[in-house]
Structures are given as C-alpha cells and as structure tokens.
C-alpha cells in the first residue's frame, strides 16, 4: 500500500511542477496544436496551445513507479526488483506515446490537424500489440485467453497464441484511439483517464491482497500484481497532476502523445489484471466515443452523406447544438466516473460470486 501511495504522490508531484516547465519551453519553440478547421468556432482561441504534453505523463508516472521501488540504505539507495509486467505497461505506454509524438510533430511542422497517415499509425500499433502480447505470455506467463473480472473465461477454450496476439492489438489499437477521439475537450481525456486508472490501481491491488484465489488462474505472481497496482497508481498520480494545468482554459494539451499512450497502457493494465472484456466498462466513455465516430462514417459511406451527428466524435456534437465546452467536460466526466464506478462494482460481485470471501 506503501508502495500505491508514493507512486501516486511522486507522480503527481512531478507533474505538476514539471508541467510548467514543459509549457515555457514548448511555446518558446512554436510548438502548438494546429486546430480542425471544421471544428466548433470556440475552439479557435486554443490554436497555437503547447502540445505533446503527454511526453509529461509518461516521465512522471515513469519517475513515480521507479521511485517507489526505492529504499534508502543508509547513504546509499537501492532500487527494488521491477516486475516484468509493470516494465511491459509503462513500454507499451511509451512506445505508443513515441507513435503518438510522431502525429504530433507532423501536425506541427504542416500546421493541419492531419497527422501521420493511418496505415503507419496502424503499423506501430501492431508492432506494439506483438510485442505485447508476446512479453506477457513468454515472459509473465500469461494464457493466452479471453478474460472478464479477474478471471479467464473458462468457458471458451484457450486461444492459439497467434489469435491472441490479434486481440490485443485490437485492444491496444481500439483503447489508444478511442482515448485519443476523447481528447477533444480541455481537461476531458486526463480526467476520464485518470477515473479509469484508480480502479485499476483498486484492482490490481485486490488481486494481491487475495493471492489464494487469483494467483492460481492468472500470472504474474502477487508481488507482480501489486506491481501492477503501483503502476496503475503512478500514470493516475501523473494525469492528476497533469490536470492541473490541462483542465479549462487548458494551458497545455496531452496530445496524441498522451492519449495513445494512456489508452495503450489501460488495454495492458486489463491483460495483467485480467479483465479484457471488464475494460470496455470501466473506459465505456472512451467507448462512447468511438462509437459515435464509427456511427458518424458508417452512416456518411453508407447513406449519401447523412450524418447522425453534427460532428464525431460526440463531445464535438453537443458543442455544436450549443452547449458550453465546460458542461460537455463535467457531464461526461459524471459518465466516465459512473462507468468506471460500475466496472469496479462488476469487478467485485465476480469475485463475491465466485466464493472469493468463502
């Protein structure tokens, strides 16, 4: 618990503070977000804002998982041993945020709010995904199965490894996308992302503190998945953190940096927790999200050009029949933290339906 506590805390810490200093020297090098054209007019005023603030995100969630891990020896400190799992999330996080920093750096130096073209994005995602997939199961053990709260779905045989490997680059790509799609309001993918990473902080540390009845149907060890609760912990101190100076007016935005890398690192944290199928509930905004956007193309390839809604993703749509950016936030952070409030609670009466207080 010790250990949760000052991941968050030192991540939080170094996100705010550090945020500042990211901002000073992005904008004294012209480094902002280009913005839609045919976005909402209010959101002109943000053109030229710093961008690529997730690079923030991830070296201060990276700075608090380490730090935890840390112990003072007298004048000497001594870094704990680091478990394969949590190195596998915090990678896939950066690996994703490098992709993602790519997009940026394209938008920036063309000034358009197209970026890298999807094919490439795709292909860095797989090499993700593989990679993924390939360190769990070679080097934490994982089965390669469908998995709902905690659990494997031990009603649909084990996966060949190569099918499984698919899936989780379905996950990883779906989860980055849909995050990055969500990341169209001040402050509104931090603080949906922030909602879903403290429940999986809560339930990587259940499944450590209830060994006897988790450990036999899932590696990693417990010490590992409470090595998976620290990094929970420390990406949700570091989005708290970064909240600070991202909620409206934001002074900086996470960008495709940030996004993908938060969604690629809530899609891993679901393989080693085992709740696969569980993180389309506890991120169901992020889901929303993208499935406004699918609905919104479906519909305009389909029927002639009709649309479903003025603009995809859906926040975008509620600005235009006017609504305030700042209710949009605050009524879909109310449905983030009633997704994520109820994935917990599905979490939970799995396990007290499987005998787990017997």
Not at 282 to 287: A, E, M, R
């Amino acid at each position: 618990m010790q250990g949760i506590l000052l991941a968050t805390a030192l991540a939080m810490l170094v996100s705010l503070f550090g945020t500042p200093v990211v901002i000073d020297f992005f904008r004294a090098r012209g480094i902002g977000q280009p913005i839609r054209e045919d976005g909402p007019a209010a959101h002109f005023v943000k053109q030229g804002t710093p961008t690529m603030g997730g690079f923030v995100i991830l070296a201060a969630a990276t700075i608090g998982y380490l730090g935890a891990h840390m112990r003072l020896d007298g004048f000497s400190v001594q870094l704990l041993p680091l478990s394969r799992a949590g190195l596998l999330v915090l990678g896939s996080a950066w690996a994703l945020g490098l992709i993602g920093a790519i997009d940026d750096i394209k938008k920036v130096r063309e000034r358009r709010s197209m970026g890298l073209a999807r094919r490439w994005r795709l292909l860095g995602q797989a090499v993700v995904g593989f990679g993924l997939a390939y360190g769990a199961m070679e080097w934490t053990g994982i089965a390669p199965r469908l998995s709902y709260a905690g659990a494997d779905l031990i009603f649909l045989p084990q996966l060949p490894q190569i099918v499984f490997a698919v899936w989780i680059l379905i996950m990883i790509s779906g989860t980055s996308n849909a995050v990055n799609f969500t990341d169209g309001a001040d402050g509104l993918a931090s603080g949906a992302s922030a909602m879903a990473l403290f429940v999986f902080t809560i339930i990587g540390f259940w499944e450590f503190r209830h060994p006897d009845f988790y450990a036999p149907l899932m590696p990693p060890s417990p010490s590992g998945q409470l090595d998976i609760a620290i990094t929970a912990a420390a990406l949700l101190g570091a989005c708290i953190g970064f909240l600070w100076w991202n909620a409206a007016p934001a002074r900086i935005i996470m960008g495709d940096t940030g996004a993908t890398a938060l969604g690629g690192a809530m899609a891993a944290l679901s393989v080693f927790t085992r709740t696969q199928f569980l993180l389309v509930v506890i991120g169901g905004l992020f889901v929303i999200e993208i499935l406004s956007v699918i609905l919104q193309i479906v519909a305009y390839r389909g029927f002639r050009g009709r649309r479903v809604f003025a603009m995809a993703p859906l926040h975008h749509h509620f600005e235009l029949r006017g609504w305030a950016e700042f209710t949009v936030i605050v009524r879909f952070w109310l449905i983030a933290g009633l997704m994520a409030g109820l994935g917990l609670a599905l979490f939970y009466m799995h396990f007290l339906g499987a005998g787990g207080l017997d």
